[in-house]
């Protein structure tokens, strides 16, 4: 094995590099369709590359399930993370913080764009009851919400989000199919952008496949992926606003 | 569906006085959503006269024949479509697919074909729906034959989706599927779909995580699943949604076509899609008459309540609900065996002894329908992205299913809340039910509830609090319930809601034989 400085995986011992892996391959089982994924693996940068399970889905596919040894390492000194700016607060304290710094009610419009119909995200961030006992932000005394469910032509988000006045909006989107949610995200912040109310908002992203950094790329102030608890997205944006208020200021003062 | 029932439903000592009200109360419910519909119809019921008598296709522009003819009938759509239809035949002497291309190419006008002797277009009316509805018939005779031969699993019968986008892809995976053991396949349909006010035409190969429903489409898995029913010596049923905008349409297509199974809830559509209440309410009478008449088992969405609402503190709605798409379904002239009541298992699962709620929910909804092959829904809500913990909670929910004897199983895949399945997802979820199935089987005769005990309890007081809720939404009315939220804590106006404006009054001398024929044939409406 290729020694390489810095963090591989672990199955059992330091850097033994140990990697468990499974995925179908569109050809009938047999010695051949084992020896391929053996040496797709190897692609991969597994070595010694094993199939351990490997079944026929029915003629037409093979399921394999494989090990090996990943050869890649990773060195942790050179990792930069792009991360969501804000200090993560819980309910209390992001009201309390809301009340105190901004002084009046954050209002909130969130939707799934385009088609997607989706909305449990939407809903774990939005709705009273929230997920896992993180309360959504309807139930936050210093946030209104308008929530405006599924299936929302970006031209209605945007145009509704200017009647509410909205401090911030949220887009949550779940299914995707040839990225067409990248798409359908960086229109909605051209199309506010355009009309001129991109820096009135705070613009939040979230969904399975959003990463902060990609959410920044698509023109957001954050993005926010899997696991994200309604206190986490609440906290952003009103130290963003608050962040915003801020610099507001020093321009009057400066 | 069971040769014998469980004995955990069995022993639910549940209060027989509250069961009865409860029933008494649901049909009381929709007794009175049905003599609004009566005096009512609609674009899509229109358009599905016109497709059941023979009209199909589509204008140089793609828009629908049945489409075209309806927009024609403008403001004399209360007449009814097979009015207009037939009393252009009766003047012309086409038959109703040569009148619709005449409307077409701009060749008729049907409001300025002159009038035929009325008695004359009832009696084409009436002899093409006497041919429309044995032409249902002989599918339905199709599919008896088929079962007959092949037979039936036992249940629950695994029930896999489909969702690729491009119908010939679909078939693969469903071949594939049905190889390694499902029963039922459902082609998950395009995201959006049910919004269309049109049914699109053709095979496609695009679409948005999921495959448009189209009479073509249908046609093609058909044969694919008959090809392989013959392969694997069991009738593997075939699904999609009699639902959205086009109803009765697609429930008709899915009876020309022969599906098994159509996707039809009193209120999904209202409630998940702000569809018109008025609307969804007529379209759905009559695509649950054709269903009636089709064999199809429909399939309830009550499982939808628990994605938004909590599945512990909303068990009860679900209940509820489920009492009066019963009625709804019974006064349609659906048997019990056609009625696919629906529920999931979505409950928390950090909650502590949360499987014995979710025992007594499954072995409630069993008791209190016991004629219907109930259709139980996985979870999806808490999973995570952790596939492995993913894989465990189905595991669970495979058990409660085969243990309380419920009758269809639509399989939870690891990977939900991830992706659409992959084909090796598939193969993983219906081991994990195939395994837990065969291996618990009989578990739920063998088992007897402790009278008084927690299961029995929780059964009851989820029993109570339904009833309590019918109670109220008979108190209110259906509509005015919906305005108030008492479902999924949805509000919406009975004159709110997209399709509000294809309700249409029907005319003292509204014409639709279809209906007719429909009605004819059995059911207590």
New interface residues.
């Given amino acids: 094995m290729v020694e390489v400085e810095g963090v591989r995986p672990y199955g059992d011992r330091r850097d033994d590099g140990a990697v468990q892996v499974s995925f179908t391959l569109p050809v009938p089982d047999g010695e051949r369709a084992r020896e391929a994924a053996r040496m797709l693996m190897r692609q991969m940068g597994l070595e010694e590359p094993q199939v351990v399970f490997a079944r026929d889905l029915g003629g037409d596919f093979t399921f394999v399930v494989g090990y090996g040894r990943c050869r890649h390492a990773v060195d942790l000194a050179a990792v930069r993370v792009a991360r969501v700016n804000a200090e993560v607060m819980d309910f209390k304290a992001v009201n309390r913080f809301a009340r105190e710094r901004l002084g009046r009610k954050v209002v909130v419009v969130g939707a799934c764009t385009g088609s997607d119909a989706h909305t449990l995200g939407l809903d774990a961030i939005l709705s009273m009851k929230g997920f896992a006992g993180d309360y959504g932000l309807e139930r936050y005394p210093e946030f209104r919400v308008v929530n405006l469910g599924s299936q929302v032509p970006n031209e209605t988000l945007a145009g509704r989000a200017v009647e509410e006045g909205a401090d911030a909006i949220l887009v949550s989107q779940v299914v995707t199919m040839r990225d067409v949610h990248l798409t359908n995200l960086s229109r909605l912040a051209e199309m506010l952008e355009a009309e001129g109310v991109r820096d009135r908002v705070v613009l939040v992203c979230g969904g399975p496949r959003i990463t902060h950094e990609l959410a920044v790329e698509l023109g957001y102030d954050a993005g926010f992926g899997p696991g994200t608890g309604a206190s986490m997205v609440a906290s952003f944006i009103v130290q963003e606003l608050d962040r915003r208020r801020q610099v507001r200021r020093a321009g009057q003062e400066g | 569906m069971n040769e014998r029932p469980a004995a955990i439903p069995a022993d639910l000592e549940l209060d027989g006085r509250l069961v009865d009200q409860a029933r008494e109360d649901a049909r009381a419910i929709a007794r009175e959503v049905l003599d609004h519909v009566r005096e009512h119809t609609t674009t899509s019921m229109e358009r599905t006269a016109l497709r059941l008598a023979g009209i199909d296709g589509v204008d140089a522009e793609g828009t629908p024949l049945p489409n075209l003819l309806v927009e024609q009938m403008g403001a004399g759509l209360g007449y009814g479509a097979a009015y207009w239809l037939f009393n252009a035949v009766a003047a012309t002497g086409l038959d109703p697919m040569a009148v619709a291309g005449a409307v077409a190419e701009g060749r008729i006008d049907l409001a300025r074909v002159p009038s035929a002797p009325p008695g004359r277009v009832r009696e084409l009316g009436r002899a093409a729906a006497r041919a429309a509805v044995a032409a249902v018939d002989a599918r339905r005779q199709e599919r008896d034959a088929l079962v007959g031969r092949l037979g039936n699993p036992p249940s629950p019968w695994l029930y896999v989706i489909v969702a690729t986008?491009n119908i010939y892809e679909d078939v693969?995976q469903a071949?594939?599927?049905?190889?390694?053991g499902a029963d039922v396949i459902a082609v998950i349909r395009?995201?959006?779909q049910s919004?269309l006010d049109y049914v699109p035409y053709g095979p496609t190969v695009e679409?948005?995580?999921g495959t448009y429903a189209t009479q073509a489409n249908f046609r093609v898995m058909r044969e694919a699943l008959d090809g392989v029913s013959q392969e694997v010596g069991r009738y593997i049923r075939q699904v999609n949604y009699a639902s959205g905008l086009c109803m009765p349409e697609i429930a008709t297509m899915g009876a020309i076509e022969r599906l098994d199974m159509m996707l039809n809830d009193a209120m999904y559509g209202i409630l998940?899609?702000?569809i018109n209440p008025r609307r969804t309410l007529i379209d759905q009478y009559l695509s649950r008459r054709i269903s009636a008449r089709a064999g199809h088992i429909i399939n309830t969405g009550e499982d939808n309540y628990l994605?938004?609402?909590?599945a512990y503190e909303a068990a009860h709605t679900v209940i509820a609900s489920q009492f009066i798409n019963e009625q709804f379904a019974l006064s349609a002239g659906l048997k019990p065996e056609q009625i696919g009541l629906g529920h999931a298992f979505q409950m928390?699962p950090?909650m502590t002894g949360g499987l014995l709620a979710e025992i007594a929910q499954a072995a409630l909804v069993r008791a209190l329908f016991p004629g219907c092959p109930i259709k139980f829904m996985p979870p999806?809500?808490?999973k995570?992205?952790n596939i492995f913990r993913a894989h465990l909670q189905d595991a669970l929910f495979n058990l409660v299913g085969v243990m309380t004897g419920q009758g269809i199983q639509l399989l939870g895949m690891p990977t939900e809340?991830?992706h659409?399945p992959?084909?090796?997802d598939?193969?993983?979820a219906l081991e994990n039910a195939r395994y837990v199935m065969n291996n618990a089987r009989g578990l739920g005769q063998e088992l007897a509830l402790r009278p008084g005990g927690r299961i029995g309890r929780r059964a009851g007081e989820v029993l109570e609090r339904a009833a309590g809720l019918l109670g109220e939404i008979r108190y209110l009315g259906l509509w005015e319930a919906l305005e108030q939220g008492f479902f999924a804590g949805v509000r919406r106006d009975r004159e709110g809601g997209k399709g509000r404006e294809g309700v249409v009054l029907r005319e003292a001398d509204y014409f639709n034989p279809f209906l007719e024929a429909l009605e004819g044939g059995g059911g207590d409406g």
Avoid: C, H
Avoid at chain 2, 175 to 180: E, I, K, Q
């Fill in positions: 986008g693969v071949r594939s599927a049905a190889r390694m395009s995201t959006g919004l679409g948005y995580a998940f899609r702000d994605t938004t609402d909590d928390d950090e999806t809500k808490y995570t992205g809340a991830l659409t992959f084909v090796g598939r193969y993983l």
